[in-house]
């Protein structure tokens, strides 16, 4: 039998707090219970967050019976917010990462990357709404994240290339991370902010180092662009790991301090000030650093009496 490892203070619910994925090597090494088997993960992870943001979901469609193994393990009230795939968030995309139903329909360049046309863009959509639904009628579903790829840039793209895209997830709770910094310098600004209010999905802040960089965005924008959601994704603060790192877990390996974590939860009230609701997501990916930050926030904004240990055993 699982112990909840520490007791939940009564405090509002409005700040959901969780991490980037729930299945990282790195949570199963340090953070996860050891000898805890894979199905008993995320009920666990459930015992200690109200949300997590599924990382999976960027690169393939599951199936919806692991859709629903996954509502059914989570206790009611989670909230599941959805990474949108690749492809519609303008990556760089191989043809294998397509569904199989849709590698037949794309059409790829001389290096074999998928061309994002009209069509597959339709096609990809509704593969990608068949698990949303799901864990919408589990009401379940939290936002869907579109993290656009810094290659998405205002030299090259216009902010309308998005419109069928966002034309056809409208009814849903949309968040939108710009990864190129152009879009918010000088007078593009105004331009991205109005944009995000008339197509009524949020524009995610960052919690990023303080580098004038192109694919950092500016850590202090907190601009509310639908105030039913407030999104913050921290991505930790090394600059160097951040423009240089080869992998996902270097680029993102970063150890909050309990003074940075302090200045999160301000952050993080702030934006709860403004909005109904404020989704704060750890992407600082690397060992068991995203779960343990998540922790000491919940203690921190007073939802929880005080953070585990970094290390547990299956009890």
């Known amino acids: 039998m699982l112990r909840r490892p520490f007791v939940v203070a009564k405090e509002s619910t409005k700040i959901l707090v969780g991490t980037a994925s729930w299945t990282d090597p790195g949570f199963v090494e340090r953070w996860y219970p050891k000898g805890m ?4 993960r995320l ?3 459930a015992q200690q967050f109200d949300m997590v943001e599924i990382n999976s979901t960027f690169y393939s469609v599951p199936d919806p019976r692991t859709v629903e193994r996954w509502c059914r393990s989570t206790p009611d009230g989670f909230v599941f917010d959805v990474k949108l795939h690749q492809l519609l968030s303008r990556h760089s995309t191989a043809e294998k990462m397509l569904p199989p139903p849709l590698r037949r329909l794309a059409e790829t360049d001389a290096k074999g990357k998928v061309k994002l046309t009209p069509r597959i863009e339709r096609a990809m959509i509704e593969e990608v709404l068949g698990p949303v639904k799901l864990l919408r009628t589990f009401d379940k579903l939290g ?4 993290q656009l790829s810094p290659a998405f840039s205002p030299k090259m793209h216009r902010l309308d290339e998005l419109d069928d895209l966002l034309g056809a997830l409208r009814g849903y709770t949309v968040a939108i991370e710009f990864r190129n910094r152009n879009w918010v310098e ?5 331009a991205l902010v109005e944009f995000c209010r008339q197509q009524d999905v949020t524009l995610v802040s ?12 500016p850590p202090e924008l907190d601009e ?16 160097r790991a951040y423009t240089t790192g080869k992998t996902v877990a270097t680029r993102f390996n970063y150890d909050y301090s309990d003074k940075e974590i302090d200045e999160v939860a301000e952050r993080s009230r702030a934006l709860a000030e403004k909005a109904d609701a404020v989704h704060v997501v750890f992407n600082n990916n690397a060992l068991d650093h995203a779960p343990h930050a998540a922790a000491r926030l919940r203690a921190a904004l007073g939802q929880i009496v005080a953070a585990p240990a970094r290390t547990g055993n299956l009890l």
């Open 37 to 40: 088997p894979a199905a008993d």
């Open 43 to 45: 009920p666990w992870y």
């Open 143 to 146: 936002a869907l994240l579109l």
């Open 186 to 190: 000088n007078e593009r600004l105004p």
């Open 206 to 217: 960052v919690d990023a180092p303080r580098e004038k960089h192109f694919t950092i965005m």
């Open 224 to 239: 509310i662009t639908n105030p039913r959601l407030a999104y913050l994704r921290l991505h930790g603060r090394d600059a």
